[in-house]
């Protein structure tokens, strides 16, 4: 058993219709008195009961991949007979947890007018303004992170498979968990994945609500890991019958603006992007693309943090409406509120996150038959 750490924040935002008497007052309440908490801490709501067992905290047990595919899984792994993948794997995890945003071209013109002015200080060191340019360039590659966009192609797709495929599969899970415990009677018939990578998330819609949707759209830009995904729900071959039936595969998101699907997910995806403009315009697309909830997940980090209350703001100011679909969204989940997160508005900043145990799939890393023998009198003792 593992803990997805950190969960990898959710982000649940909605066109579902709130509840009678409680979302008029909320808005209320926070225009009144902005940026401040109406909980009333000092009330006894709780009685005896922990904290932890407070009503509005949900709890989902143990989440464990479908058989069907953990076996689809380890199947292609040893098919591919990768060398040192178990260190290709933890490689690639290390390295997805500690990536950080893109530095935005302001912030870069920025951070080299400040190096200039302080080189300047000292200005017998740089008097040819060509040498000076090349000491702000070199202190800025030193101090710059340098965000590198990601291409998968098969073999890194296989090492993403092992590396995340049951723990996307648990922190997406529990994202629907929210939604089923809390709207027991939403039905959706339509889900579209952005980024969908392995297609976890599809199983994890068909695992929640298998019985009313009927059709997945999945999209990557990435046609190899579209065709792992394509294997997994056929058993890991390319000729077998799905295990979820109505799944498509699309390197690009529909064109049309009137399309729009009752669950749209995007998880892991925002941190793939090489720019906020870039950010701004898919959450925009993908919020047009709602017709009932919003899913988004990150990475447990304060990068992941930053990037889906940045989509937070940006639904809640509900400047891109469609035409055709005029409804205001509101936050579904986690948060019970619209005001600005205290995590992000504390003197140190925290990142937000919740953890999810899920069961890891057992991937082996070798596996090769052997063969002992000895020379010498067999004793009569245990064989054990």
Not at 7 to 32: I, K, M
Not at 92 to 117: D, F
Not at 317 to 332: L, N
Not at 333 to 350: F, I, N, R, V, Y
Request: glycine content about 6%.
């Amino acid at each position: 058993m593992a803990t997805a750490r950190g969960l990898r924040h959710l982000l649940t935002c909605s066109r579902w219709r709130r509840g009678r008497g409680e979302a008029p007052q909320s808005r209320a309440l926070a225009a009144v008195v902005p940026g401040v908490s109406q909980v009333d801490n000092n009330s006894d709501f709780l009685g005896k009961r922990p904290h932890r067992r407070h009503p509005g905290i949900l709890h989902l047990p143990c989440v464990e991949v479908p058989p069907a595919l953990a076996a689809a899984a380890q199947s292609l792994l040893l098919e591919s007979s990768m060398p040192n993948v178990e260190k290709q794997v933890q490689a690639l995890t290390n390295y997805l947890w500690s990536r950080r945003l893109p530095v935005e071209p302001e912030e870069l013109q920025r951070r080299a007018v400040h190096l200039e002015e302080k080189f300047l200080e000292n200005p017998d060191l740089f008097q040819v303004e060509e040498k000076l340019r090349e000491a702000v360039l070199r202190a800025l590659r030193k101090t710059t992170y340098h965000w590198q966009e990601l291409s998968y192609n098969e073999s890194l797709s296989l090492v993403y498979m092992a590396a995340r495929l049951d723990g996307g599969f648990a922190a997406v899970s529990r994202a629907f968990h929210e939604i089923r415990a809390r709207v027991p009677e939403f039905q959706p018939q339509t889900l579209m994945d952005f980024g969908s990578g392995t297609g976890s998330v599809t199983w994890a819609a068909h695992s929640a609500w298998g019985q009313s949707l009927r059709e997945y759209m999945c999209v990557d830009s990435s046609a190899a890991m579209l065709v792992l995904a394509e294997k997994l729900l056929k058993g890991g071959s390319e000729s077998g019958e799905p295990y979820v039936p109505g799944v498509f595969f699309r390197r690009f998101l529909p064109v049309s603006p009137k399309v729009q699907f009752d669950v749209v997910v995007s998880a892991f995806s925002l941190s793939e992007l090489p720019s906020k403009a870039d950010r701004t315009e898919l959450v925009q697309t993908l919020w047009r693309k709602t017709s009932h909830f919003l899913i988004l997940v990150e990475n447990g980090t304060k990068a992941g943090h930053c990037l889906l209350m940045d989509a937070r703001d940006l639904v809640l100011k509900g400047k891109e409406k469609s035409p055709s679909d005029p409804r205001p969204g509101f936050v579904f989940a986690p948060c019970p509120h619209e005001l600005p997160c205290p995590q992000l508005t504390a003197s140190k900043p925290l990142a937000c996150s919740f953890s999810q145990a899920y069961h890891c799939i057992p991937f082996s890393w070798s596996l090769y038959p052997y063969l002992r023998t000895r020379r010498s009198k067999k004793r009569k003792s245990s064989r054990w």
